[in-house]
C-alpha cells in the first residue's frame, strides 16, 4: 500500500511538472500584446506557478457537485461577528504540533474562508496520529463548533508542504487560501440557522485604491506566543488603517495588498479579513509584511478579486460559486480525489 500510495504522489509530481514545463515554452512562443502602462503601476513578484494541473475541472463527479449557484450573500455581520479562530494539534507519539489562526464566515451557511497554511492540518487527519481542529468563537475566543475541509488550494500544498515542518514559515501568500464549513456545534450544542457572514467584493482592485482606507480584524495571538502563556485569553481585534502598497504576481492586476502597521498585525491574524469603508471583504491577511517600511504590525493580503480569479483556475467555479452547492457532498469529493496525495505530501516532511 506504501509503495502504491509512493507511486501515485510520484505521478502527481510529474505531471504538475510536465504542466508546467509545457507553460514554460508556450510562454516563449506567444508575445502578449495587451501590454497597457498600468503593468508598472504595481509592484510586481515572482510567480512560483507556471501552469495548474486541471484535476478538478476534468473530475466530472466534483463539476456536478456545483452546479447550482450559490445564493447572493446579502451578509451584513460586523468583522468582529463573522470572525473566527482555528485552532489545530496533531499529535503523534513523538511529538505535537499546533497552529493557531484566523478565519471568517463568507456564507451565512457556515463557509468560513481562512488561509492554506492554517486549514493544511486538516489533511493530516488521514494519516497516523491525532488531529484536532476546532473553531472558536467571540470575545475571549470560545471552543464552539467543529468543521470539515470544503477546498485547500492543491497547487499551493505541493509548492509549499515543507512549510509545515518550519517553525517560522514565510512565503508571498500566493494561492494561500482555503475553505472550510462548520459541521457541528461542539458539546452537542445546537448550530445556528444562519451564520454572520461578511459581504464579499471581488471586484478588481484599481490603483486608485492605493492609499484608502481599510478595517483589518484577527485573533492575533503573537503576545501569547512570546511570553508563553499558551493559556491567556485569546481575543478578537479589528483597526483602521489603509492600502500603502499594491502588488502584483505577474497578472497585472493587484493581487496583492499591504496594509499599515495595526495593533492586528501579529502571528495568529493570517486569515482574517481587510475591508473597505463599506464593509465588504476585500482581501484576506496571508503573511506579515515591511515593518521598517510600513509601520510595525504590517500585513499582506491577497485580494479578493485574485482570488476568484485563481479558484476558478483551479475548481472552473468563482469563489461565489464555491461557496454553495452540497456542500458535504463537494467536501467528501475533493477529499477522494486530492486529499490522499496532499496528505502524503505533508507526512513526507513531517517525518524528515
Known amino acids: 500500500m506504501q509503495l502504491l500510495t509512493e507511486i501515485i504522489i510520484g505521478f502527481f509530481s510529474a505531471y504538475l511538472a510536465l ?66 479562530n482555528i485552532y489545530c494539534t496533531y499529535t503523534t507519539d513523538d511529538y505535537t504540533r499546533t ?46 463548533y467543529e468543521a470539515d475541509l470544503l477546498y485547500i488550494s492543491p497547487a499551493w ?35 445556528p440557522r444562519t451564520f454572520p457572514a461578511l459581504p464579499l467584493d471581488t471586484a478588481l482592485l484599481p490603483i486608485q485604491a492605493l492609499y484608502s482606507e481599510t478595517i483589518a480584524a484577527g485573533y492575533p495571538a503573537g503576545t501569547a506566543f512570546a511570553t508563553g502563556d499558551g493559556n491567556a485569553p485569546l481575543l478578537p481585534k479589528q483597526a483602521s488603517t489603509s492600502i500603502v502598497e499594491l502588488m502584483t504576481f505577474g497578472s497585472n492586476y493587484a493581487d496583492l495588498m499591504t496594509i499599515g502597521g495595526s ?21 484576506i491577511i496571508s ?18 478579486s485574485y482570488i476568484d480569479r485563481t479558484i476558478q483556475e483551479e475548481t472552473g467555479f468563482t469563489l461565489q460559486r464555491n461557496l454553495g452547492g452540497n456542500l458535504p457532498f463537494r467536501s467528501q469529493l475533493f477529499k477522494e480525489t486530492l486529499v490522499p496525495f496532499l496528505s502524503q505530501m505533508l507526512q513526507r516532511e513531517l517525518v524528515q
Open 19 to 84: 504542466t508546467n514545463g509545457i507553460a514554460e515554452r508556450v510562454e516563449e512562443l506567444f508575445v502578449h500584446e495587451d501590454t497597457t502602462q498600468e503593468e508598472t503601476t504595481f509592484s510586481k513578484l515572482s510567480s512560483a506557478y507556471n501552469s495548474i494541473p486541471k484535476i478538478l475541472i476534468e473530475n466530472a463527479a466534483y463539476q456536478s457537485g456545483a452546479v447550482i449557484d450559490a445564493d447572493s450573500n446579502t451578509a451584513t455581520a460586523t468583522p468582529l461577528e463573522a470572525l473566527v
Open 99 to 144: 497552529t493557531t489562526g484566523t478565519g471568517f464566515f463568507v456564507d451565512s451557511d457556515g463557509v468560513i474562508l481562512t488561509n492554506a497554511h492554517v486549514a493544511q492540518f486538516l489533511l493530516l487527519e488521514t494519516l497516523n496520529g491525532q488531529t484536532d481542529c476546532i473553531v472558536r468563537t467571540g470575545n475571549p475566543a470560545v471552543a464552539t
Open 157 to 191: 500544498v505541493q509548492e509549499h508542504a515543507a512549510l509545515i515542518a518550519t517553525e517560522n514559515p514565510k512565503g508571498t501568500g500566493e494561492r494561500d487560501y482555503a475553505l472550510l464549513y462548520v459541521t457541528a456545534g461542539l458539546n452537542n450544542k445546537p448550530m
Open 263 to 283: 495593533l492586528v498585525g501579529e502571528q495568529g491574524a493570517s486569515g482574517g479579513p481587510v475591508l473597505n469603508t463599506q464593509g465588504d471583504v476585500i482581501g
Open 287 to 304: 503573511t506579515r509584511g515591511d515593518d521598517a517600511s510600513y509601520g510595525a504590525g504590517s500585513l499582506r493580503a491577497l485580494t479578493l
